[in-house]
């Protein structure tokens, strides 16, 4: 990517002026509500809405036409209906704006015209404006500021996780996701057809974007197949990338056909190539943010788990679940299964790994005890521990009362265990992942969602992430490792552990 | 199953008489647990908690023997330790106790003093008494007004799903979540190691209960395969069958092994005798409830899907999911599409199904007429409707609060397009399937989750299944077509769709 290249991306995710083309006089219009939304996002820049019809919105001038705009405008947001798209994007041109966003659909996923009016653009982009779409949300930019993803309460902390995707849904539902897993975001992108910019140069431009720590994509086709594949290699060996390919079974080629103009292309081909580039594949959004997030808080993942919890069938399962992931639950040595069981004085507990506690309210002094045991005694890379919070937060509770105890408080057991966990983790150095199971789902249960959302936040603050599953979380730790296996064997580092997982 | 065999497990299903051996002094114990759990959950026969020690608990008389108890009774639950069960095992014999619940664990699955004791067990109940476990929590009968498992709120609203488990970790989970799916219970029963009544047992009794319409069964291992896999081919002809075979990984059989004491088996074999013999298998508690909730709601399941909802990656994402699952999603008509085409203005959207409805809230006219349009039209068989709710109840009125407008009220989009969909459910006699998809998890986000949550029960108790995902709808809908086409199958019948669905 050349200097003045990546100067105009940097605009486009900084611009000191935003020009708005379409629907800015029309209640309800996409145009307008990505107006309102910078304004709402806090946009530090200028806003200039552009209207024939001239007048105010929202406290802002309405210009006639961007000639009579006299500052910098480095980003252009064009909503206009797809013919009138051209005479547009003139302007900007003439303007001098480094990058515009055509949101418009009715170009190439629309037919025979649309194409020729998505050659027409790109005829003028060629002349010196960079395009992002057409038929896209475009950038979201928590440093710069704006946001054209539609939501009103985008989080506006920068971090290290960017995101490029074919879908505005997708890259919309990650960027609603995001906080609540404590994932920061550096920059989006939705860059729909991208006739213009597209995969390629995003990934090349965050390849060495000191703000993206790394990158997660969900594409539908890939122009330049081979060229991308070159930068993915390059890209993956200092930051991790996990892409979800969309399009790859005949039924989604056909559906990626009219949404975005893509060539799904053949599953097996693609599937191979991106794991041979060094990227994490997955097969929707939530195993990608299941690997963010391990990605995100694990900072030695491995694929030796001790798993430790309540209920027998969580270690059969967990085990089978560890298995497809390419996961390994080594058996605990001799003498660590006689040092845990003195904390279980009878029988009915499987002390082999996974640790089946039996009860699933052992007192948070023997769960670290127990955990203290395992990380200390055993080569482990890292403890999962499965709580089980509906019987926590209701069953528990409800015996206390039933025996004429006082019940404790909501979150309790949860808030206690966190300071010993915290200080296992951080004197071992291993890593410890949470799984709050919650089968609390009636309308009149979600107090229970409620005091396992806050302590999620809690664990998730001192550096322990926390899934809704056991199967998100070795999924997501699995992906985790991969990135990691992947990335040292494109340094040519020595591979630690024996063979990459090979998630189905 | 000898006729007198039957009625031992009714009498069992529906105690007259009830003791409780183990803890009924112990606070916070087990037996004491249990206890109390039938007081609470309502159970009308006699209740005969036995201790040496006499005295009262909960009201109750506590017996020194039960050789002191008069009336007659049906069930025996023993949670004392486990030397001391054939002791209690010969009272209850003695006493023509149907038959007894052993709780307690130490047993085959601890070894081999414990496989001795198991065999004693074994003794003893071939002179007259049914044993189920032991190292289990036992039944669970809405009818009898009993269960044994640990909970203090389950539904005692029967139904007809029944579930079988080796785990009862596993039975707990499913009975808690059942109501928030509308899944009534006609029997659970955890049977852990199954020394004596096994998995072709109860499978046997189920199969001729008239309260049992379909089952699930989680299964660590099964002694003797051959004789219930005949069981099983006899069930799959008139009830939907529903196995996770837990244990069937290298790591899972394992740890099986020490949970259960069950062989995991090879899981090539299981899984295509299962299949041969007419049960939907499935990897996880979550899948299985997703085809309990299809088979439960959609009286007419086909593979054949039309799509409905804005975000066109739900398109391409949904097709992959679809040729996964074995589904199809087959393209609209030149006739619907033109005329679905008329209800949007703007281009952008794919009319070829899935129909990407681009907007997130159409007016639920719109979407009325669009359903309408396609089950008329098109030879669909399921209808899946995904509606963003977060969108719903996030962005939306705030929308309308930046406009000045004053926001719908919490809800009401959904519970405006009930009607309609249920009036059209009815009148094509088509299935309908929702898919709610709630991208707000941060804690004080909680409140779009409990609408959602309510909003569910409603289009359930009209007959509408909701997921929380499309992956979790079409997962469901595959499991339930799976099943009907197993019993057209082992009817006889011809079957009328190609070949069955293969989830991988």
Known sequence: ??????LQLDRMFNPRGLALFGGISTPVSFGQLILLSQIRYGFKGRLYPISSRGGEIAGLKIYRSLREVEGPVDLAAISVPA???PQVLRECLDKGVAVAQIHSSGFVEAGEQGAALESEILKIAAQGIRVVGPNCFGIHSPRGGITFLPGFDFSTEPGPVAMISQSGGVATDLAHEAPALGLALS????????????????????ADDPETGYMAAYLEGIRDGRGFLEILKRVTREKPVVIWKGGLSPLGARAALSHTGSMGG???IWKGALAQAGAVTVKGLDEMLDTLVALRYLKNPGPRLALLGGGGAIGVFASDLAHRQGLQIPAFSRGTQKRLRNYFPTPGNSMANPLDTGSPALPPDTVRALAEEIL?????????????VRTLEKEVPAFYTMNGLEPPGAGS?????????????????????????????????????KISRKMQQRYQSQGIPVYPSAERALRGISGAVAAMRFMEHRRGRRISHG??????
Chains 1, 2 share one sequence.
């Open 1 to 6: 990517m050349k200097p003045e290249e990546r």
């Open 83 to 85: 013919r009138a798209v």
């Open 187 to 206: 920059k989006v992108v939705s860059f729909g057809n991208g006739c213009d910019l597209d995969a390629r140069d995003f990934m090349e431009y965050l």
């Open 266 to 268: 053949e599953a097996g």
């Open 376 to 388: 200390t005694h055993e080569p482990v890379d890292v403890l999962v521990m499965v709580v089980l």
């Open 413 to 449: 057991y949860l808030r206690e265990l966190l300071d010993p966990l915290t200080i296992l983790k951080r004197e071992t150095g291993r890593e410890i992942v949470m799984v709050f199971e919650n089968r609390a789902h009636l309308p009149e249960e979600v107090e229970v969602e």
């Open 499 to 504: 063979p990459p997982g090979s998630p189905d």
